[in-house]
């Protein structure tokens, strides 16, 4: 049976669903908006989608390290300032901002959870984004299984040659190569060069002074129909503006721009271009052993179904255990039958 991976961006998710049911309570557990609509929308992608197996990847604790060492200013606009917030905030906000996040860890913890008695697969390596390890994932497993990948993050656009389906959850459809060019201004292919010369405002990566999307694509009209790499813009844009010398014109700034900050091109680079991840030895080693079969062993409904009970989920749910457990069975029976040919493979081999 053909493989049907669901990679899930984790700690989006986990974002995505604490704030968007943050009127969500159980008496049991208190704020359960998070844990709930977590579990729900991995609930309806594997419906949606005949999803076989689930891969929650997680950011790891000091994830993007390797990238603030190329880049100091590498999501610095992210780091939490605490003198700052006491000048800002009063302590009844900063007691409300603290219990924010002890919910959100908490939630965190019982996701991770309830996906061991739900066969649904999971890594976190410390140091390491989940981006790294989502595009290593992709890399090595493309041509062997039908790959979903969830996540906000239109980075992933660089692994659609992989032929992935990204499902963007504020874009209608799934993205695929095949439509990529309905939902965005450029070819799929151009996407790691769009943000190795534009930047990232997310990740505080520094793009070049006065070039956007949209004077690219005003200069490289072909970055609509064709692959266009960094240095063919480059090359182009010197030519353009030796014309315009030529012809008596001012040079384009903005292209001038381009050719006078090189070093930053290859910094982006370095920074953006998913095909080359940043991995240590632990991340390799957790790549690989998610590659082994899960055991079934003090896993199963009775935990879940307690856990369940003990945080007062049914109740937000509205209907029985059965029913809501029912779409993960083709993962946890896949997963099942994964483990029985791994044993009868060995067993052979011995």
């Not at 990238?67 to 100091?72: C, L, M, P, S, V």
């Not at 960094?230 to 381009?258: F, G, H, M, Q």
């Not at 998913?274 to 079934?296: R, T, Y």
Request: hydrophobic letters at 35%; one cysteine or more.
């Amino acid at each position: 049976m053909k493989i049907r991976t669901l990679l899930v961006d984790s700690s989006y998710l986990l974002k995505r669903s604490f704030h968007g049911a943050k009127d969500t309570y159980s008496v049991n557990f208190g704020h359960i908006g998070g844990l709930y609509s977590f579990l729900t929308t991995i609930r309806m992608l594997i419906k949606e989608h005949m999803i076989n197996k689930v891969v929650l990847v997680w950011d790891g604790e000091g994830g993007g390290i390797y990238r603030h060492r190329i880049d100091k200013e590498y999501k610095a606009n992210r780091k939490t300032k605490e003198w700052y917030k006491k000048i800002e905030m009063t302590e009844a906000e900063i007691r409300r901002e603290k219990e924010k996040e002890e919910s959100l860890l908490k939630q965190r913890k019982r996701i991770q959870a309830y996906a061991e008695e739900l066969f649904l697969r999971q890594i976190e390596v410390d140091n390491i984004e989940a981006d790294d390890i989502i595009a290593e994932y992709c890399l090595r497993n493309y041509d062997k299984e039908e790959i979903f990948l969830y996540s906000n993050d239109r980075d992933f656009a660089q692994l659609l040659d992989l032929n992935i389906t990204i499902i963007f959850p504020n874009i209608e459809k799934p993205i695929t190569k095949y439509n990529y060019l309905m939902y965005f201004d450029h070819h799929y292919t151009n996407a790691l060069t769009i943000k190795i010369i534009c930047g990232d405002t997310a990740d505080n990566i520094k793009g070049i002074d006065d070039v956007g999307e949209k004077t690219l694509l005003k200069y490289f009209p072909e970055l609509k129909y064709k692959q266009l790499t960094v240095r063919e813009i480059c090359t182009k844009a010197d030519l353009i503006n030796k014309e315009r010398i030529i012809n008596k014109k001012k040079p384009i700034k903005s292209l001038e721009n381009i050719l006078k900050n090189i070093d930053r091109l290859k910094i982006n680079y370095k920074l953006v271009n998913l095909k080359e991840p940043m991995l240590n030895e632990l991340a390799i080693d957790e790549l690989n052993q998610l590659e082994m079969p899960l055991s079934p062993e003090n896993r199963g409904s009775k935990n879940l179904f307690k856990m369940m009970q003990e945080d007062g989920f049914l109740s937000i749910y509205g209907s029985t255990f059965p029913n809501y457990v029912e779409p993960f069975y083709t993962v946890i029976m896949n997963e099942k039958q994964l483990l029985t040919e791994y044993l009868k493979k060995n067993k052979r081999n011995i």
